[in-house]
């Protein structure tokens, strides 16, 4: 599939738009999106796990620990859905 | 060997979506194209098709069954009239955008209200800029050959459009006439297999059909659709030479019926098309030129071939089965007048909105437009180009 991008011309877009690809919506980057921003207090964070599985965006990556790391802001829409979960006060929504 | 049968448009229709044996059939009844589903689900359940029905909750589903089917790698047909297509509209853009070239008929009826379940085409105008070719029939003959060519046209690399074929509630889907059917093998071999290079389906290519399409894209899209219904026009040229060769039926763009040396000309659409062949003939046989064209490919719309056929006549009238309510002219009106106009064509043309809501076209009416349009010619004069026929006053 020839690579599309925003300069493209009308010959070169596949009919309708149709994607010959899968997955690619990890190259859509959403995180422009957000006009508040979660910040992660790491000290304050108990591993509890309640805030990485209402992430809608899946922008809350957990490693092999089962632990949580800092946000995908690439993703990140700032939901707050997180914030809102966390007992511990360790995601703090920030203006962007 | 071709079969002869009596059938009624509404049976032709229902017997060439047989013969054509499509993958899906998603279909919700309303009045006057019900029966062509229901014909076609007997034929379902005796095991003539090979057909996945599904019987929807609403025409929005069915059309929408029709996109997934046909995006999965399917033929996927319908049929529908009026309000039912009207409920469909949002997902008609879809399809057509979506480059799908499902096929459906279009059994022509008011849109209500208030509430007429009888023959116009208000339903037809509707979607006439929402990227879908349509075909017009004049009979049942028509309805079923433009049914066999119309995927042929629809699936065309050129084109990957949706097709609509319309005929006349009631006045065609419901009459009975005599009709020339090709045996189901030779009609079968005729449409073919789909083959499309992309579909949700295929394990070894995923795809993603139906994306985002903001700023930087859909406006390049919308010229890709435009230009397939540019290319629908040769496309539906060839199919109807290669029909033409295995029937011996022609079929063009649109019909000229005596309009060669003929001095005014009525342009119509459908059934109509053939009261006015009778008044036609019988007018000529007094010695009075006049002639018809018959529009059958209704979008693409044949703007510069409609302008030259008819720039040797006097004088001109469109007939609308249906009012734009516009304060300018019907549908059709609006587009031939615009074709003349760009093909530098001046000549007195009016506009008649008539057989609103199924009230009859007569020859007799046929007959008035042909004197008016006789004395138009005569004298140069159009005072009002915004006319009715048919209506009580």
């Given at each position: 599939?020839?690579?599309?991008?925003?300069?493209?011309?009308?010959?070169?877009?596949?009919?309708?738009?149709?994607?010959?690809?899968?997955?690619?919506?990890?190259?859509?980057?959403?995180?422009?999106?957000?006009?508040?921003?979660?910040?992660?207090?790491?000290?304050?964070?108990?591993?509890?796990?309640?805030?990485?599985?209402?992430?809608?965006?899946?922008?809350?990556?957990?490693?092999?620990?089962?632990?949580?790391?800092?946000?995908?802001?690439?993703?990140?829409?700032?939901?707050?859905?997180?914030?809102?979960?966390?007992?511990?006060?360790?995601?703090?929504?920030?203006?962007? | 060997?071709?079969?002869?049968?009596?059938?009624?448009?509404?049976?032709?229709?229902?017997?060439?979506?047989?013969?054509?044996?499509?993958?899906?059939?998603?279909?919700?009844?309303?009045?006057?194209?019900?029966?062509?589903?229901?014909?076609?689900?007997?034929?379902?359940?005796?095991?003539?098709?090979?057909?996945?029905?599904?019987?929807?909750?609403?025409?929005?589903?069915?059309?929408?069954?029709?996109?997934?089917?046909?995006?999965?790698?399917?033929?996927?047909?319908?049929?529908?009239?009026?309000?039912?297509?009207?409920?469909?509209?949002?997902?008609?853009?879809?399809?057509?955008?979506?480059?799908?070239?499902?096929?459906m008929?279009l059994?022509?009826?008011?849109?209500?209200?208030?509430?007429?379940?009888?023959?116009?085409?208000?339903?037809?105008?509707?979607?006439?800029?929402?990227?879908w070719i349509m075909?017009?029939?004049?009979?049942?003959?028509?309805?079923?050959?433009?049914?066999?060519?119309?995927?042929?046209?629809?699936?065309?690399?050129?084109?990957?459009?949706p097709v609509t074929i319309c005929?006349?509630?009631?006045?065609?889907?419901?009459?009975?006439?005599?009709?020339?059917?090709?045996?189901?093998?030779?009609?079968?071999?005729?449409?073919?297999?789909?083959?499309?290079?992309?579909?949700?389906?295929?394990?070894?290519?995923?795809?993603?059909?139906?994306?985002?399409?903001?700023?930087?894209?859909?406006?390049?899209?919308?010229?890709?659709?435009?230009?397939?219904?540019?290319?629908?026009?040769?496309?539906?040229?060839?199919?109807?030479?290669?029909?033409?060769?295995?029937?011996?039926?022609?079929?063009?763009?649109?019909?000229?019926?005596?309009?060669?040396?003929?001095?005014?000309?009525?342009?119509?659409?459908?059934?109509?098309?053939?009261?006015?062949?009778?008044?036609?003939?019988?007018?000529?046989?007094?010695?009075?030129?006049?002639?018809?064209?018959?529009?059958?490919?209704?979008?693409?719309?044949?703007?510069?071939?409609?302008?030259?056929?008819?720039?040797?006549?006097?004088?001109?009238?469109?007939?609308?089965?249906?009012?734009?309510?516009?304060?300018?002219?019907?549908?059709?009106?609006?587009?031939?007048?615009?074709?003349?106009?760009?093909?530098?064509?001046?000549?007195?043309?009016?506009?008649?909105?008539?057989?609103?809501?199924?009230?009859?076209?007569?020859?007799?009416?046929?007959?008035?437009?042909?004197?008016?349009?006789?004395?138009?010619?005569?004298?140069?004069?159009?005072?009002?180009?915004?006319?009715?026929?048919?209506?009580?006053?």
């Amino acid at each position: 599939m020839t690579k599309i991008n925003k300069e493209s011309p009308w010959q070169d877009l596949t009919p309708g738009g149709t994607m010959y690809d899968a997955g690619n919506s990890l190259e859509f980057k959403t995180g422009d999106w957000r006009s508040v921003k979660p910040v992660y207090i790491e000290e304050k964070c108990k591993q509890c796990g309640l805030c990485f599985p209402v992430c809608p965006e899946n922008a809350i990556p957990v490693n092999k620990e089962q632990k949580r790391e800092d946000f995908n802001y690439d993703y990140c829409k700032g939901c707050g859905i997180c914030a809102n979960v966390c007992p511990f006060d360790a995601i703090e929504m920030k203006e962007e | 060997m071709s079969i002869r049968e009596r059938l009624s448009g509404n049976e032709a229709s229902a017997i060439a979506m047989k013969q054509i044996n499509p993958d899906v059939v998603a279909a919700f009844p309303i009045t006057p194209s019900t029966e062509i589903p229901q014909y076609f689900s007997t034929f379902v359940s005796n095991g003539v098709v090979d057909t996945e029905f599904v019987a929807v909750e609403s025409e929005h589903s069915a059309m929408s069954a029709c996109i997934g089917a046909e995006a999965a790698g399917g033929r996927a047909m319908t049929a529908t009239s009026s309000n039912g297509l009207a409920l469909m509209w949002e997902m008609i853009q879809i399809a057509s955008s979506l480059r799908l070239p499902i096929v459906m008929p279009l059994v022509n009826r008011a849109i209500s209200g208030p509430l007429n379940i009888h023959c116009d085409h208000s339903d037809a105008m509707a979607i006439r800029d929402s990227g879908w070719i349509m075909l017009f029939s004049e009979n049942n003959q028509e309805a079923y050959d433009n049914l066999l060519m119309a995927h042929r046209i629809g699936e065309h690399k050129d084109v990957m459009l949706p097709v609509t074929i319309c005929q006349d509630g009631f006045i065609t889907s419901h009459s009975i006439e005599n009709i020339e059917l090709l045996e189901d093998d030779v009609a079968r071999k005729f449409v073919g297999e789909y083959k499309p290079e992309h579909y949700l389906l295929n394990s070894k290519e995923p795809i993603s059909v139906g994306p985002m399409d903001l700023q930087a894209y859909l406006f390049e899209h919308k010229y890709q659709e435009a230009n397939a219904m540019r290319n629908a026009k040769n496309v539906i040229l060839e199919i109807s030479k290669e029909f033409e060769k295995l029937t011996g039926r022609s079929y063009s763009l649109f019909e000229q019926y005596k309009l060669e040396d003929a001095e005014v000309a009525i342009v119509c659409m459908n059934s109509t098309a053939g009261t006015t062949k009778v008044v036609v003939d019988e007018l000529r046989n007094k010695g009075i030129k006049v002639g018809l064209l018959k529009i059958r490919v209704y979008r693409p719309f044949p703007a510069e071939e409609i302008a030259k056929a008819l720039s040797n006549v006097k004088a001109i009238a469109v007939l609308d089965r249906a009012d734009s309510l516009n304060a300018c002219g019907g549908a059709l009106f609006t587009d031939v007048t615009s074709g003349m106009f760009v093909n530098n064509v001046q000549i007195p043309t009016v506009n008649y909105i008539y057989g609103i809501g199924g009230r009859d076209t007569t020859s007799k009416d046929i007959e008035g437009v042909y004197s008016d349009l006789m004395e138009i010619a005569k004298t140069g004069k159009v005072d009002n180009p915004y006319r009715y026929f048919g209506l009580k006053s």
